[in-house]
């Protein structure tokens, strides 16, 4: 299985653990009324190629992962890895990123590619202060085709 898979694996597997305990409320506070919700990647097709775009807290995310990505560990910090792949190879690609809160205020989030056992990723690292909303706007550029856009929202619970 190529470690791209696995690593996007093991965020889904965090996130989801992560999701299991805000829900069972064993960070301490009051469990939330209504059952969390597991977010699935965005995902948009550009011709033959999958695009995705998943989010995971930072501290959720196994020392592994955060190592092979060159990010430090942080309580408030939430990954945004964004994959370009046809039939399970990277193809190259430029990514950009925003972020918008809900009260409106939109930022960059500064977008880095990485090389990791021959798959190409990018990813960014956004600060939260849960709960919140993000809405998330991704541009993908690919040689060749014209830019498209990925556009989605994920709520971040304490």
Known sequence: MPISTQTLRMIRGAAIAWLL??????GGGPAPTQASTIPEPAR????????QASTAPLHALPAAVLRRYGIAASDRGVLLLVTV???ERSVPAQVSAFVTDL????????????????????????????????RFDVRIVIDG???????FSRDFAR
């Open 21 to 26: 305990c805000v829900s069972t409320g064993c």
């Open 44 to 51: 948009v097709q550009i011709g033959d190629l999958d695009v």
């Open 85 to 87: 792949r046809r039939a």
């Open 103 to 134: 009260r409106g205020e939109r930022r960059p989030l500064p977008m880095r590619a990485v090389q990791v056992e021959g798959y190409q990723d990018h990813l960014g690292v956004v600060e939260v202060a849960p709960p919140e909303t993000l």
């Open 145 to 151: 085709q014209p830019p498209a856009r990925l556009q």
